[in-house]
């Protein structure tokens, strides 16, 4: 199944939103996704302050309406490839957003640094973009490494949120794991989870420390699968090696103990450890990967080879399901 | 006019939500809010956790449009009267919620502290309300100081939030300062505003440390104005002497830089003064009022009396307008 | 007893300092305090970037060596009076320091902010200063309210901590609350527990926003006294009406956290009170001044008053006995 | 030349100490440093609480005098290698400390979390600790990674600070990027530097979790040199492909700030950039590996590999040089 959205149909939050397109479980979807300025910043001159227009930024596909996803399940969505859709993308500085910046909540009495814009080529095919200095004549080839910095369900409590906010829904997480490979799993929240999917990075580094990454339009390929009566209470991941936790909150030590916390438990939960001999395997064997320290939530991860837990099988082995059917 | 809602009409969001009442500028409105308990709690064995569902906490009156409201335009709610409507109040800890217990995003491995009920007497007439420790026989008068967690209007960017978050659009801000003779100003999002109410309190200490305040159903009046084509970046109060601006994030400082942002630009514009000699004088002549630090957001105060200002006259003097229609 | 420090005297720690006096308990102490930018910033041309040297910064007076003072006991310090020592004090921005800028370690890409200092005349008769706006004419008098920024011991552990810390020690706390008619506690670490003070403010708004006070040169007067066998575990203020807990660390809400940490054990410890119960009443009953939020701690209190406690007596009555003796 | 101290040599401060023994540039030194417990702790009986005694603990070897090095200098200490000095090793949780705790900070109501010991067997020959839960019969093998927790300087501005304290001039870091192979450069702030190094882990997770890691005696082989005239902010690393820069602040947000802040200018200054085109640079090439999220400030590092940035030679090639003594 295969679905481009037409620039109407765009969305800007999760929840409050119809779904455009309901599939079953096991369906592989073929979908189209927009960049975070709309496919508006094209060159170094478009200014996206200028070209884009509050709040129509990081627009998403979708929502889907998964069939048989009910408030307390869990859905899990195979990403099974992410391909920059165009030979070039974007990045940018935007006025007090960013890491490195006073902002509306980092409220200082600084003017904004320079808007600046740069215009990545991107080559696929090589699995390269290539970065150009824009106050100097430095170019640099750095690896593409494809992923979604957006995706998530709908929100409980009757919530719609802006794109751009991550929190336990999902949504604007930015985080290079998010990769072709990965499963994610979301907790559901409304009938049909209406799960939406955007903001394609050819690549970012950890913490989007200038609020932006390697901003490009994406075809991707998913498949979905409802894990029934399975809950999650925040966002999850799994690759063929590791699984993780992701945390959203400020201040960035509470994004952080957030993934901590349902790493640990959830390590509890499948082994069978004591929580506090779980807490010292994770304390050690760990690793705490960064999303984004630019977001109105900043996201971590908390993260663990599989083998270093002893053959754990989460949420039943969907993701090694999910693995065989995308083949 | 009065508005005394049925159960099914309370609200639980700011924004998603249909009015219940259009209203002109200028009109006395009394209305009646439930406590944020939906007046379930009733006494110390009623533990919120087992009588409460989620997400029906908190729950507001409204949202009430208010003719002419367009976004750009300051909603301006001056309070005339809030008034305990029962001779009991409540208060209690809640399982991972206050500020003195891990939570759910300060994620720690302790087990929630005890959930306890404190059940308050309230002496209207007297002007107090009394506490009685429940684990030994001590109590104490503390005076009656009525003031409303719960207030503000529909957010921007077609969010809907829970009515617990605070934020630019008001909720849950959970400060003494919104008691009878403030005004309170909103920027507006949507057409008619779409402003809610609740979360009343007998009276509360800074910070809502434990995660809830003397909590009670109100009958309050309020009086609506609409100050056209000025616009207010985050909530701010203004009573007889005073002007306040709020600000709502995490982590506090973030919530106080805001708030500190917001009194010192608007002092300049108000003054003519230069922005570092308003960051001057509202360093040492300001103050900062706490309002919670347990809710999603924290959110705190800056304050300023006037007369330090040298006779400012804000939103072109609606406060004194309003005050004198609800004499 | 007089001392009034020649410069090569003063201190720019706590800790890893001889005492410059030994003093018995019940001694009344009149001291001479420098102003933070060690008395080098007389004028608006005076730049403190220019004229100060790091880290010759805040100079206090001391420390001081109180007879008797050992580690596990408290020692009491009661501030008689607090007098500015000339007619005129200074504030100013400083490069990267304040709330509303990028810092050492909020760290931004921005340009500092311009550095300005403004000149105060101090009217101690008429209790009065007089601000100077320096970019326009305007000018505006606020109430004089002297105070100590800076006050503390030699901390634990064999630290020295620069005088602009504040910390369990005490140190830069810049709090308002801390003007005459006040006792300060804190716990001892050292034989004698090396007292110093310094800091002195005209007055100061809450948060010392833009990073600096109505600076002032100070003639003081102290007496001290030692509680033996007391511990107090973080600076503890009294006053006829009104007990108080320090709390200092990053972010906000941990100096929130800890301040009403201690002022709820305290009390429970003082009334009897089970902790719970301590914790529902101080949520209700207490205030949470802030201190400072641009030092490398940020500061804020907890503060209630003894009546709402029930007629407590605090470290045996030596408040009482301080002010008997300041008589 | 070799150093082994005697207990009564350890030292448990940074700065505030003599010298015990001077070094010349260039001189290969072997050390053996004590674990964090001061080895007090050997098996799971033996509680930290109860066998260790504030404020000995995390001892460090030194401090060194390095000949040469003065204030505006860089100290550049390369480690040619770290190696367990037992064949076990403990981990530990501590009543108030960790990321998944209230602490004494982060101040909640809670008891502390029960106080269990973990003892790893250490298999150097192998290249793996071995983890046995404590609750149940689960074992497993890890890695080995040796590394310090705790290297640095002694302070500037007349400081002392405990050695589980990380700041500016390093301290307790608890990064595993401290490995064997790896140079570290401080910025001396006192005539001959006083290096001091201790708390070998055998390996950590990401954060230091539940507050200790794979605790271990050490011996390890470092070189020192001393680049004349060179400034270095914040502790940096260099290892033969990447270059990093430390951040230690509260809250994690700040330590995240300054690495990258760091990094970003270092690498503007290094290649000749603009500032902005760095940021952007670093924003897409960058990665953030997390230090410790327990201590009294967190540390994060900001990272990137040298071949990213066109052949830069950082601190004049010293990296290479001592890499090249150390064979």
Known sequence: MKYTPDSSELSHTFGGRSPVLSVKPGTVLELYTEDCFGGLVRDVD?????????????????????????PGDTLAVHFVSITPARDWAVSS????FGALTGTHTTATLHPPLDEVVWRYDVDVDA??????A??????????LDPMHGTAGVAPAAFESRMTIVPDVHGGNMDTPELRAGTTAYFGVNVPGALFALGDGHCRQGDGEVCGTAVEAAMNTV?????????????PRFETDDCLMSAGSARPLEDAFR????????WTAEMTGLDTL???????????????NVCDP?????????KKFLGGVRAYEGVHARLREISR
């Open 277 to 291: 001999d779980a807490y010292q395997l994770i304390s050690q064997a760990g690793t705490a990967p960064v999303g």
């Open 134 to 143: 824009r106050r100097g004549d430095f170019s640099m080839e750095l690896p």
């Open 258 to 265: 957030m993934s901590q916390h349902d790493l640990i438990t």
């Open 297 to 305: 939530n900043y996201t971590m991860l908390a993260k663990v080879q």
């Open 222 to 234: 998913v498949v979905f699968d409802v894990i029934k009566g399975a809950a999650t209470p925040t």
């Open 93 to 96: 500085t935007f006025p007090h």
């Open 127 to 132: 699995g390269l973009v290539r970065y150009h």
């Open 46 to 70: 478009d200014l996206p302050s200028v070209v884009c227009e509050f709040p129509y930024l990081n627009p998403v596909t979708g929502p889907f309406h998964v069939e048989g996803a009910e």
